[in-house]
């Protein structure tokens, strides 16, 4: 073979890698539209940990009422500041770093993951300036 082909197959197989590592899904975590996420909020308030994983300055556009915002870029610096004893629910501005947040998480031992499917975006719900 030579090595333009070597390197051709190569570059594509890291394309694939790479989109399949951001689009595929997250072992475990569930996918929340804005109506189930409301619902669970009001009814088991005090089981749940919302974080907000957008960084501060999007934060500042409007977010959930009792999140925390731990943005997904300092995320493995404070895994210590999430609660282990209650179900973790994750968003973000459209739900692809919220994955990415379940994935750390996961790494890290937590197993009750749950996201809003769409993000903020799709978020139906009150949401605090």
Known sequence: MDSKL????????????????????????RD???EQLQEALASDNHKIALIDVREPGEVKQGYIPGAVNIPLSSLGKRVAEIPR??????????????????????????SELSHLKGGIMSWKGKQTQ
């Open 32 to 34: 929340l539209s804005s």
């Open 85 to 110: 004893d209650r179900q973790i629910y994750l968003y973000c501005r459209s739900g692809m770093r919220s994955k990415q947040a379940a994935r750390i998480l996961r790494k890290h031992g937590f």
């Open 6 to 29: 070597i390197f051709n197959i190569v570059a594509l197989g890291f394309i694939v890698w790479f989109f399949y590592s951001r689009f595929a899904g997250v072992k475990g975590l």
